[in-house]
């Protein structure tokens, strides 16, 4: 919390500096993203992708694994639920579950190759991951631009029709949230109160004692993937069949470009645990919405903006901020240090 | 906690301290502005026989922040970007250029919202129609363009324009009629593309006529989108037009480029030529063109264009921004490796003028006046014509070449001439002035001096064949194919390459 | 196999490869001194960040905000060559700045504790902003900043194989920054120290030696590197700056420093190879045969499929520094 405080106090530096009302600038953001119901149903709408990213790294984390290959994941996850959700024609429930969990396995599959890349020849998930990630751009870009382009509007892929779309809170958030936190408690169950889990945590803590308790490690790791890449892959789902207006992606693939990278650092803040990333997610998404705020009514310039994202989440680092300043300044209380 | 004798010692703590205050400040010395300018612009403007005087007051301290006296009911006007926003050094940047002339001719203060993602639009368009002040929503990009479907439909007493928009074909879809406060602001660059097309594949037939080799042209795209098929098969179209244009004017074939066999083989090829239909011939494969994918990593642009150029491209048609740079670059190594000062090999710009940037290299640029749409939107709002305007054109005001509004011509596409340059250039030493730093890479006499030479070294023949083409285009007669679906593209693809 | 004549087997087999390639391209028209050309070019960011965070990261270190150095170095490099008017004291006032980011990373580190992965990610989103808003503020014209010709590092031609090539020399230095960089690590004291304070920092203590010093000069260090390889984009290749220069090759810079298992050398390595294969797939994708038979896409995934393949079929055993990330408390 102090970290917040910290990193509030070096962005309204940053916006004095270039001759802000930082005051007026914070008022904005805050009450823009927190301060009405409408925005903070914004905020949610956009924290929801970043709580399934997160939680993929951290699962990974947790078992041991740098598994960064949340963005290529999410966007397999979400040219799976454009497959189901807008080219297949189903009943209504039946539907937004089966495109749903389509999406989650797609995710999942696509971070089998970095699993298995690992386990038999040892290949380091770092780099595995990212090339995926790419690999995944260039070919849903292709999906979208030439097999299930929206014929009438070929910037897009096939809107998710009514019957696979979850339904609506006020204008972005929609139920596939509810569907999210859940996820996110399963997953905390699932690794804390379960076997599973508790192997898995082994495995991360010290993969040599985990060998000698009889844990299989491939096992593990493989799970681990698996689950991270079900989260991505909802990640992907949440933003087709949950977003309005659109209930698409377009070949630009905004929407999705990034959000794996920002789970990172959610997942980072929330110190790997589920409902630490759910509360950093809903403040990171504070910031994402308000923004545009401290945009329009202070007119911080838009890069500025983004400036401070980073500034807040670079003090978020620091545990021990406040040590620092003790060790700089303490010459008068506690005497010389050599 | 122990004392840590190996921890900061007071040096090092105060260097740690100095090295902080030390970046702070360097920060802050970066942006000392160079001089504080107060402008005072009284401007007249006649629109359709009614004539308005506004006078406003600028006091521009820094680059980006601008004081100005705010008067009660001062219009405001928000520019909501596409992702990306500013710097892409075409699309965006032409939005909020157009912006910043309003401010200054009609006294409007305009505001910025800034989309990251797709599900920015929606609250960016609400948070300024929300706004009273604010009179008008502009929407750059189509892409947002259900996103001002939904708002503009919510708020019925704002005005709303989206440059490239097609939201009011979707409201005609929805509802059966078109949105009365929503002008989506459209342009032909297909027809603007075209025209660089002829000129490029006129200007390989000049220069193979004096015994060059060059059998291509190129293009390099940015992701692939139906707005940049228009931009292609207009290029490709353009090529097939100039150089059939040239068979007529000279009775013989363009050398190399026009009767070469190396472009295709089979049973439709005669001579060089793809005729799929008897009497339907096309001039195949002169173009070479890749999408890089991106709109930002110019790497990408530098390497598709090198290897365009290794080809014996004679200029390559940026349609991807900033990738120019990366463009601009590998003809540059060209030029320093044989020692040019002048092209070729070419390349040419797009939406903003992208000529200044290597006088003599850039044969042109296609521009696309993004700027004068978000102009004319605010000026119709400030003289309380926009309604009026959007009833007239059942909401859809395109523009292009020839095309009009009322009685005013406005055009929005055209290949970029000697006074856009000097526009662009006054730009440049306008930042100068504000900055004390070199901005244009040479001075504004030296380019303009440049870009003359270069276009007058042409032969005239090629600007003829230009003016023809233009002429026929405004009046119809030549119809430049607008590719909008993926079977479209496909056909043309099949007949151009 | 004896370990010494797998190595020869694996150098015949790239030897077989490459010119296995080289004639291919001549198939199709392509001439392989370009693509050298091009992919010295191409590794000369990376390989300095590369090699820059193979030191920082044996001293037990990650900085993942190599991006956001890149950036700033950029602008701040072009600042300062305009100021002095000399192209190499901006790459050098590159790496300077490069140094003071890596320099707050490394104190950020060791005082604060910091959780490094989230600082270097705050970093980048902080350098993102930063420098689209400095383009802006500095030079007041929107989108592209061009600079005078002379201030760009001019190639240089050497001969190779019969044809001239045109190389930068700060191509040169980061191939003999990473032949330092080894030499470093490997054979001197300090680098002894370094990977010490990365494998087990207790030991550096018990010497005598300030695990806190040697970090932050690591951290110093890579920055530095990374710093120069930023500012080489502008300074040193495109004579000018435009939003996203960069365009995430921070990150390649990441993934070839795990991909080389902090061997300075192998991470110039896979710089190369992927700058080649990135080159190899445009020349490729322009030629028109081509692009009839297979669409772009396919082509552009090629460098990322290549680079999984070579870690698929050459795996070796890559051990990370014990004590990498993780804050060095005394007690």
């Known amino acids: 919390m102090l970290a917040v405080a910290v990193g509030l106090v070096g962005g309204a530096a940053l916006m004095a500096v270039y001759g802000y009302d930082f005051v007026k600038a914070y008022r904005a953001l805050f009450l823009g993203a927190f301060g009405d119901f409408s925005g903070f149903l914004e905020t949610l709408a956009f924290a929801t992708p970043l709580i399934m990213t997160g939680l993929t790294f951290a699962i990974g984390m947790r078992s041991g694994l740098f598994n960064i290959g949340a963005e290529g994941q999410m966007y397999m996850g979400a040219i799976g639920a454009v497959f189901v959700g807008g080219m297949l024609n189903l009943p209504p429930i039946i539907h937004l579950i089966f495109a749903t969990v389509f999406g989650m396995l797609a995710g999942a599959i696509w971070s089998l190759p970095a699993a298995l890349l690992k386990i038999s020849r040892g290949v380091h998930e770092v780099v595995s991951t990212i090339m995926l990630n790419w690999i995944a751009f260039w070919l849903v ?29 006020g204008a972005s958030l929609t139920t596939v949230f509810i569907l999210v936190i859940a996820f996110s408690l399963i997953a905390y169950f699932l690794l804390w109160r379960t076997t599973l889990g508790y192997e898995l945590r082994v495995v991360g803590h010290n993969q040599e004692a985990a060998r000698y308790a009889g844990i299989n490690i491939s096992k593990t790791m493989m799970t681990s993937f698996f689950l991270g890449g079900l989260a991505a892959g ?27 990278f920002e789970g990172i650092g959610v997942a980072l803040v929330g110190r790997n645990h589920p409902i630490g990333i759910i509360f950093a997610s809903i403040f990171y998404g504070g910031l994402l919405h308000g923004g545009r705020f401290m945009e329009f009514e202070a007119g911080v310039a838009s890069e500025i903006v983004r400036a401070i994202n980073g500034i807040i989440i670079l003090a978020l680092a620091i545990p021990a901020a406040l040590d620092l300043v003790k060790k700089i300044f303490p010459r008068k209380n506690r005497g010389e240090t050599g | 906690m122990c004392m840590n004798r190996k921890a900061l010692t007071r040096t090092e703590s105060i260097l740690a301290v100095l090295l902080v205050v030390a ?233 190399l480029i026009g009767e070469d066999g190396r472009y295709g083989s089979g049973p439709n090829w005669r ?93 042109a640029s296609m521009m696309k006046r993004v700027d004068r749409g978000v102009y004319y939107a605010a000026l119709l709002t400030v003289i309380g014509k926009f309604k009026e305007v959007v009833a007239d054109t059942n909401g859809v005001l395109v523009l292009g070449i020839g095309t009009k509004v009322g009685n005013l011509a406005m055009e929005g596409i055209s290949v970029s001439t000697l006074a856009d340059l000097d526009e662009f250039i006054k730009m440049g030493v306008d930042a100068e002035k504000l900055t004390g730093k070199k901005v244009l890479p040479m001075s504004p006499e030296e380019i303009r001096q440049k870009v003359t030479e270069m276009r007058q070294n042409l032969p005239s023949w090629i600007w003829d064949a230009l003016t023809e083409l233009e002429s026929k285009i405004r009046s119809g007669q030549a119809q430049v194919p607008m590719v909008l679906t993926k079977e479209e593209v496909d056909r043309w693809r099949e007949l151009l390459g | ?252 810079a990441l993934a070839a420093v795990v991909f080389s298992g902090l061997n300075p050398l192998t991470a110039l390595a896979a710089t190369f190879i992927f700058g080649f294969a990135e080159g190899l797939a445009f020349a490729v994708v322009v030629t028109p045969a081509v692009k009839e038979a297979v669409p772009f896409h396919f082509i552009m995934m090629l460098p990322y499929i290549v680079t999984v393949a070579v870690l698929a079929l050459f795996p070796s055993t890559r051990r990370f520094p014990k004590a990498l990330g993780k804050p060095y408390v005394r007690e």
Request: aromatic fraction near 10%; hydrophobic fraction near 45%; charged fraction near 15%.
């Open chain 2, 23 to 255: 970046i702070i400040a360097g920060a802050v010395g970066w942006t000392q502005p160079g001089q504080r300018i107060v402008e005072t612009v009284t401007s007249t403007v006649t629109v359709g026989g009614s004539a308005q005087t506004i006078t406003t007051t600028r006091v521009v301290t820094s680059t980006v922040t601008v004081e100005r006296p705010i008067s009660p009911g001062a219009i405001k006007i928000a520019v909501v970007s596409d992702i990306g926003g500013r710097g892409d050094l075409s699309f965006n940047d032409m939005a909020f250029k157009g912006g910043d002339e309003a401010e200054k001719d009609l006294g409007v203060q305009m505001v910025e919202l800034i989309s990251k993602t797709e599900a920015d639009y929606v609250p960016n368009l609400e948070t300024a129609a929300r706004d009273p002040d604010v009179k008008l929503i502009v929407g750059v990009g189509f892409l947002l363009s259900e996103a001002l479907l939904e708002v503009a439909a919510k708020y019925p007493d704002k005005n709303f324009a989206g440059i490239d928009t097609f939201t009011q074909a979707l409201a005609v879809q929805k509802t059966g009629k078109p949105l009365p406060n929503m002008l989506d602001i459209v342009y032909e660059e297909h027809k603007g593309s075209a025209m660089v097309g002829a000129l490029g594949c006129l200007l390989a037939a000049h220069y193979n006529e004096l015994g060059g080799n060059y059998p291509y042209i190129g293009g390099v795209f940015g992701i692939e989108i139906p707005v940049l098929w228009k931009f292609e098969i207009g290029y490709k179209w353009g090529c097939d037009w100039g150089l059939k244009w040239y068979e007529q004017r000279f009775g013989k074939r363009a050398p």
């Open chain 1, 141 to 169: 870009t292709y999906l979208i631009t030439y097999h299930v382009a929206d014929p009438a509007r070929a910037e897009r892929a096939v809107p998710a029709q009514e019957t696979a779309r979850y339904l609506v809170i």
């Open chain 2, 271 to 363: 001579d060089g030529l793809y005729c799929p239909q008897a009497g339907q011939c096309w001039y195949k494969g002169r173009v070479l063109w890749t999408y890089t994918g991106t709109f930002s990593d110019i790497t990408k642009g530098y390497a598709a264009a090198k290897s365009m150029y290794e080809q014996q491209a004679i200029a390559v048609y940026n349609i991807a921004g900033p990738l120019g740079l990366g463009i601009n670059q590998a003809v540059q190594e060209i030029a320093t490796e044989k020692r040019l000062t002048s092209g070729p090999p070419y390349w040419i710009g797009v939406d903003a003028n992208q000529d200044w940037i290597n006088p003599g290299f850039v044969i």
């Open chain 3, 1 to 252: 196999m004896k370990p010494y004549r797998l190595r020869v087997l694996w150098l015949l087999i790239g030897f077989v490869a490459v010119a296995a390639t080289i004639y291919a391209m001549s198939f199709f028209g392509l001439k392989p001194t370009r693509l050298i050309e091009f992919a010295l070019l191409a590794l000369t960011p990376l390989a300095f960040a590369a090699v820059g965070e193979c030191i920082n990261e044996k001293s037990g270190q990650i900085n993942i905000g190599i991006e956001g150095i890149f950036l700033i170095s950029a602008v701040a490099g072009v600042f300062w060559a305009e100021v002095f008017e000399s192209g190499l004291l901006g790459l050098l006032m590159g790496g300077v700045f490069g140094a003071l980011i890596g320099g707050i990373l490394g104190l950020l580190n060791v005082y604060g504790r910091a959780e490094q992965v989230i600082a270097g990610m705050g970093l980048n989103i902080l350098a993102i902003g930063l420098f689209q808003y400095l383009l802006m503020a500095i030079w007041a014209f929107p989108g592209i900043h061009i600079f005078p010709r002379t201030l760009v590092v001019p190639r240089i031609s050497i001969p190779l194989i019969g044809e001239e090539l045109a190389v930068s020399p700060i191509s040169l230095a980061a191939i003999a920054a990473a032949f330092a960089a080894y030499l470093l690590l490997n054979k001197t004291l300090l680098g002894i120290r370094l990977r010490a304070a990365g494998e087990k920092p207790e030991s550096v203590d018990v010497a005598g030696h300030s695990v806190y010093r040697v970090r932050i000069f690591a951290s110093m260090v890579g920055g530095f590197l990374a710093g120069v390889g930023g500012a080489f984009m502008p300074l040193g290749w495109f004579g000018g700056l435009v939003k996203e220069i960069t365009a995430g090759r921070g990150f390649i």
């Open chain 1, 234 to 260: 909802l990640a992907g789902v949440s933003q087709v069949l949950g977003r309005p207006p659109h209930w698409t992606v377009f070949a630009t693939m905004g929407n999705l470009i990034n959000i794996g």
